[in-house]
Every structure is written in structure tokens, then in C-alpha cells.
């Protein structure tokens, strides 16, 4: 069992919908990241908070929007998406985003765009 | 910027073999590494890490790292391959980003492919 839930599993959405994609870590956790991953590639970062703070925005387009409502859940509100924008988003956690401090991942949301 | 590449996009095993999946890193500072599984439609799992104390790193079931700074290699390895090791596996290195951030640096993956 994952100590990061992500909900829902599975999305699929037209490109006028809206609708938030949900991660919960009751790990004590103060970093949280979101990614993008594409089918047989690496994860690319999107997000980091830091102490419920966006630390980094990877010059993700403002379709994507995050929010860090506390220091246990992190959202990812999307709205007017494109096709490519298909893909499994994985929420990740760590202790407090130090160098030595490994991620904890969810096992994503599929995201599928019509 | 630290990176890491990992040699091979694809490595075929027989069960019951020995597994070495390689990894090189570039860093500027000594280097926080780490490697990670995921499995078909799952998240990624942490197999093992390395930070600067022990260079021979066991992780979970049964693989083991070895940091060589000389060589700058972070290779993977396990003695006996098992159907269920068959995954994508990451190399990682923390790069540190302006502002204090530590933000993971991942190679490309390296598929396991284990033949009965």
C-alpha cells in the first residue's frame, strides 16, 4: 500500500471541463510535488511546496493550477486542457525537500483528454 | 547542474540471473543518489539511496549499489533476477536550484525485461 493517495485513478475530460486531481499524505511530510509523465518516459516535475508554499513552478501553463490547501493535501486544478496534455500526473511527498531525503509517490492519476 | 544518464534504455535477463543496470552521474558537489522502480500503471518505489556514508548500498529485495566516485557510477545490481523485478527502473540525483531547492534529476529509465 502507497502512503501517498491519489484520487481519482482514472479521469477523462473534454477540453472545456473542469476538474482537480486530489493527493493526501498523513506522512508529517512538508514537501510536495507534482509530475507529469508521458508513456515510457521519466517523470517531469510540474510543482514543488515547501511548507504549503509553491517553491517552483516549472513554467507549467496556467491550464494547471495547484493549491496546498494544508500540509497534508495538494490539489491540481486543470481547466481547458489539450489532447497532449494525456498522461499519468504522480504526487510525490518527502520530509522537507532536503538533498538527502527520497520521494514518496502515489500511484497517479491517468489522465486522458478527448 | 547535476545529471545522470543511464547507459541502457532496455536490459534482457534470463530468471535466476544476475541483474546490472548502470548508471553515471555528473555533479559538482557530492552527489544524493537514488534509485527507483515503477511498475505497470503504479508509482515509483524507492529500491535504495546513497548520501555520502556507506559506498556499497543495500536496498529492498535484494538489490544493492555501489558508489564509485572515481568512475562517477551509481550502477544497480542483483544476484538472481526474479519474474516480478521486471519494471522501469530510475537513476537519480538531487540538483540543488537557486532559491535552496533541492529538486530530483532523473535519467531516462532503463527497462527490465526477465525471461522465464
Known amino acids: 500500500d502507497t502512503e501517498v493517495t491519489q484520487t481519482p485513478k482514472h479521469l477523462v475530460m473534454g477540453m472545456t471541463n473542469k476538474k482537480s486531481l486530489k493527493c493526501e499524505q498523513h506522512?508529517?511530510?512538508?514537501?510536495m510535488y507534482w509530475y507529469k509523465q508521458k508513456a515510457k518516459k521519466p517523470p517531469e516535475l510540474m510543482f514543488v511546496?515547501?511548507?504549503?508554499?509553491?517553491?517552483i513552478n516549472e513554467s507549467v501553463p496556467s491550464r494547471f493550477s495547484p493549491e496546498c490547501p494544508n500540509s497534508s493535501l495538494l490539489n491540481l486544478h486543470l481547466h481547458a486542457l489539450q489532447p497532449e496534455d494525456s498522461a499519468l500526473y504522480l504526487c510525490?511527498?518527502?520530509?522537507?525537500?532536503?538533498?538527502?531525503?527520497?520521494?514518496?509517490f502515489g500511484d497517479g492519476t491517468r489522465l486522458s483528454i478527448l | 547542474a547535476q545529471s545522470v544518464t543511464q547507459l541502457d534504455s532496455h536490459v534482457s535477463v534470463s530468471e535466476g540471473t544476475p541483474v546490472l543496470l548502470r548508471c553515471n552521474y555528473s555533479?559538482?558537489?557530492?552527489?544524493?543518489l537514488f534509485w527507483y522502480v515503477q511498475h505497470p500503471n503504479k508509482g515509483l518505489q524507492l529500491l535504495l539511496k546513497?548520501?555520502?556514508?556507506?559506498?556499497l548500498v543495500k536496498g529492498i529485495n535484494g538489490f544493492e549499489a555501489e558508489f564509485k566516485k572515481s568512475e562517477t557510477s551509481f550502477h544497480l545490481t542483483k544476484p538472481s533476477a526474479h519474474m516480478s523485478d521486471a519494471a522501469e527502473y530510475f537513476c537519480?540525483?538531487?540538483?540543488?536550484?537557486?532559491?535552496?531547492?533541492?529538486?530530483?534529476?532523473f535519467g531516462r529509465g532503463t527497462s527490465l525485461i526477465v525471461h522465464p
Open positions: 506522512m508529517g511530510h512538508r514537501a
Open positions: 546513497y548520501t555520502s556514508a556507506a559506498t
Open positions: 537519480v540525483v538531487s540538483d540543488l536550484r537557486a532559491g535552496g531547492s533541492y529538486i530530483p534529476t
Open positions: 555533479s559538482s558537489y557530492s552527489p544524493s
Open positions: 511546496y515547501s511548507y504549503e508554499k509553491l517553491s
Open positions: 510525490a511527498s518527502s520530509r522537507e525537500g532536503g538533498w538527502d531525503q527520497p520521494q514518496h
